[in-house]
């Protein structure tokens, strides 16, 4: 009889794409997905510590599903992810109902824990090892098996290349919750993504905290290969109409990278490259390896190779001795680069991380004004960057439809809404007359070609 499965996760695609295996494991053992957390025989929590007051956001969550142990008995509650990781045991010393801790390496036990569960022979089931332990070899297993079954429309996926990192960013706790850096094979790569391709996925996007060190440290013994070489053995299997990768330290930005720009035709002109701020000083302190001139030398790089690429980055402001001057650099950044979009944050202190020990703190009303001028700013410049694509022709790739309106992306990663009657659907690429452009998504009708 078919079980229950509740999965809620937050956080990055990381933790996005470790639920679908989740979900993929679990299907084999009769669980089906529901969309709430009332009618679940499992519920799963699949949590991220990247920043604020995470843990309290997981015990307060916790709180909320406690009462439903006593409505069903059966009902078994997990706790996955980066807090899991990083709390362990002290999750079931707060939370006591909870049945199953796992850890971020640890996913591929959950059939055998659940099993164990259900045998009444443990009470709970603990597992956070970080050994260099690897989910994707027993998944890579299962899917030799059992090849993904995309649901029916769904043709952008996911492919995770590595695991872990090992930058050591001051403020960042992904070294620690995601163990070192470990690259998977280029064999197992393709194979997953020639899988995908015959399973009707159009677009791939390589998954990874800091995918240009690819290949640096291999699971398995394979011929050195560089990050841009995968690039081009990825775009080469057939069928396969888009290319993305996330993220990038531009650190480990390469000259061989930055011409995959113009060499490979389907690796799509958008570029996420999280600067985290424009500050010589508080780079170091971040120690993010690279300096304010050499991230603008790489963007001008980029821009040479592929004029209309556009670019995103990620910000901290108020970090530890971020200065009036230093957050003046940061601003001077967006207006010399001129992001199409950008994700910033306050900085909150973490466990584990060497800033959360740094002294000179900046007051959080500081740190409130400075997001808020840096994001109101990039606000108006996407308006005026998006505003370049009006009356353009765009190759845009439907994603949903609601009856006669779509809902599409360029490659520049731009969303578009358009209008139409006739009957496209997601996946297939059409040309959109781009008409209006707001901050966030254009809008456009369908043009006669691309
Ligand atoms: N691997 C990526 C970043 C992953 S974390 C890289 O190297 O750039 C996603 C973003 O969260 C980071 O880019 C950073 O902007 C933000 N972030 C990470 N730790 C943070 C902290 N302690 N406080 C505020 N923002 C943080
Ligand atoms: Fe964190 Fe830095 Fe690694 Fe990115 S590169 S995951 S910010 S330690
Ligand atoms: Fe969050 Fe862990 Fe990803 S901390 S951002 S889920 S790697």
Known sequence: MAKHLYIKTFGCQMNERDSEIIEQLLAQSSYVLVTEPESADLILINTCSIRDKAEQKVYSLLGQLAPLKKKNKQLKIGVLGCVAQQESENIVKRAPFVDLVIGTQQIYRIPEMLDRLAGNVTVREIATDLAGSFVIPAFQKLLKGNPPSPASGEFRKFVTIMQGCNNYCSYCVVPSTRGREVSRSVADILEEVQLLVEQGVKEVTLLGQNVNSYGQTNAVADSPVTFAGLLHKVAKVPGLERLRFTTSNPKDLSEELIRCFAEIDILCPHFHLPVQSGSNHILQRMNRKYTREQYLEKIEGLRRVRPDIALATDIIVGFPGESDEDFAQTMDLLETVRFHGSFSFKYSDRPNTRSADFTDKVPEQIKKERLQQFQSRQ????????????????????????????????????????????????????????????????????????
């Open 379 to 450: 606000d108006q410049i996407s308006l005026e960057q998006n505003k370049k694509y009006v009356d353009t022709v765009q190759t845009v790739m439907v994603e949903s439809r609601d009856n006669e309106k779509l809902k599409g992306r360029t490659g520049t990663n731009h969303i578009v809404h358009f209008p139409c009657q006739i009957n496209h659907h997601p996946g297939e690429t059409v040309a959109v007359k781009i008409t209006r452009a707001g901050m966030h998504s254009l809008q456009g009708e369908l043009a006669e070609k691309i």
